[in-house]
């Protein structure tokens, strides 16, 4: 059985992708992996609470927003560095889908909406990897309190109607039981997949430029993580 822990980072006028990825924990890895999450944890806030305050944020840590304001960028950096480890140390899969939203909704006179359309595409890909090694798994998601009952709704029909609607469609038969959807403060491996969609979502777009020193240091801890995972990337347009 193989827990998947995913999450998404949004579209804006800026940035026409939307990337939804997960981590495809096998349950017998979970303590190890943990216990090495915990010990970031413990360096960095010198607590192993788990709360809003010692919450592992990718967009926060990077720029320096709520609890990492005024920290200084090269400990802040450490953060992503050592959960890529962790990641790289278990050989961690980890699944991405991205989509250019802007030519999404050219293409289509009634376009889907990106995180349902994103959600259906990594669903896809996660039910191929685990047919792939003769596995279930079950879904994991950082909660979006305007996206979680669709979604949910969405899972039970593909797996009432025996697949995916868009042609050719799969079936998702070995993803079980239903999405489960917690507050990302609440869970170490959520923010886990929040810090490598993160680091996904700003290198893994076309003609991705670094003009300042502190991201090509996090672009380069991008590189090195992606090196001891197994990542998987596909695109919508």
């Known amino acids: 059985m193989k827990l998947i822990y995913f999450d998404e980072s949004k579209s804006?006028?800026?940035n026409p992708f939307f990337f939804i990825g997960g981590?495809?924990?096998?349950?017998?890895?979970?303590?190890?992996?943990?216990?090495n999450l915990i010990r970031v944890q413990r360096?960095?806030?010198?607590?192993?609470?788990?709360?809003?305050?010692?919450?592992?944020?990718?967009?926060?840590?990077?720029?320096?927003?709520?609890?990492?304001r005024r920290q200084d960028i090269p400990k802040r950096l450490k953060i992503f560095?050592?959960?890529?480890?962790?990641?790289?140390?278990?050989?961690?899969?980890?699944?991405?889908?991205?989509i250019n939203v802007h030519k999404h909704r050219l293409q289509y006179r009634q376009p889907v909406n990106e995180y349902?359309?994103?959600?259906?595409?990594?669903?896809?890909?996660?039910?191929?990897?685990?047919?792939?090694?003769?596995?279930?798994?079950?879904?994991?998601g950082d909660e979006e309190q305007t996206e979680n009952t669709k979604a949910i709704l969405a899972f039970n029909n593909y797996k009432i109607s025996g697949g995916t609607p868009f042609l050719p469609g799969r079936s998702i038969a070995p993803l079980k039981d239903?999405?489960?959807?917690s507050k990302s403060h609440f869970s170490r491996f959520i923010q886990m997949a929040d810090l490598l969609v993160y680091m996904a979502s700003r290198y893994e777009?076309?003609?991705?430029?670094?003009?300042?020193?502190?991201d090509q240091q996090l672009k380069d801890i991008w590189e090195n993580t992606k090196k001891?995972?197994?990542?998987?990337?596909?695109?919508?347009l």
């Open 12 to 14: 804006d006028d800026m």
């Open 23 to 35: 981590i495809l924990i096998d349950k017998d890895s979970l303590t190890s992996i943990e216990n």
């Open 43 to 68: 360096e960095y806030f010198s607590t192993n609470e788990l709360s809003q305050k010692t919450e592992f944020h990718g967009q926060d840590i990077f720029q320096g927003c709520s609890q990492y």
């Open 81 to 98: 560095e050592e959960i890529g480890k962790i990641a790289g140390s278990a050989k961690i899969p980890f699944i991405l889908t991205r």
């Open 116 to 140: 349902a359309l994103g959600l259906m595409l990594i669903m896809e890909r996660f039910s191929a990897f685990l047919e792939n090694e003769k596995k279930n798994g079950l879904l994991i």
């Open 178 to 181: 239903t999405i489960y959807f």
């Open 205 to 214: 777009k076309p003609e991705t430029k670094c003009t300042k020193w502190h």
């Open 228 to 236: 001891g995972i197994d990542f998987k990337l596909n695109t919508w």
